[in-house]
């Protein structure tokens, strides 16, 4: 049995992890050489991705193991959300304890809000070809994949997947 996990949102106490486990995470996962990578940068500009979308943090023991940001379209971090969507992005876990469940309590606790809010019929993300781990947590969750909304990166070859979710 784990600890419990506390889904909450971040404080600005938190922004330091938020960014560290971002970063180990998706370097961890191969998706960039560099965590000087433009994107890279950007993502770890916690404090700038605060002022513009939400991010909540998973927090077990009282230490941060994972994040993820959320936005409703015509949000600056709303990649594909449509009106009647909630998008999840960035959906990270430190990955020193990764498959420990904090992912798919993020995950859990993002399709119950989204059930409270008003005209939100459905919870949508973007995830990357090869991210089988993660396939295998959105189709646990009830997530199907939307092919005809799957989309590249700007400028590459980088094919991103849709996953949606009606609630």
Do not use: C
Request: aromatic share 8%; charged share 25%.
């Amino acid at each position: 049995m784990h600890p419990q996990i506390l889904i909450r949102p971040a404080v600005p106490a938190d922004f330091d992890a938020v960014a560290r486990i971002t970063r180990d995470a998706y370097l961890a996962a191969g998706y960039f050489a560099s965590a000087d990578h433009p994107y890279m940068l950007q993502i770890q500009d916690v404090a700038k991705r605060a002022g513009q979308a939400t991010i909540w943090v998973a927090e077990r023991a009282g230490r941060i193991v994972g994040s993820v940001t959320l936005a409703v379209a015509g949000e600056p971090f709303a990649d594909i959300a449509l009106p009647d969507e909630l998008e999840f992005r960035m959906l990270v876990v430190d990955p020193s304890v990764q498959r420990s469940g904090a992912g798919k309590a993020m995950v859990e606790a993002i399709i119950n809000h989204a059930k409270s809010l008003h005209g939100i019929k459905a919870v949508a993300l973007t995830t990357g070809r090869t991210w089988e781990s993660a396939h295998g947590l959105y189709r646990k969750t009830g997530f199907h994949r939307v092919p005809e909304r799957d989309w590249f990166v700007t400028d590459t070859d980088i094919k991103l997947l849709v996953y949606r979710l009606e609630v």
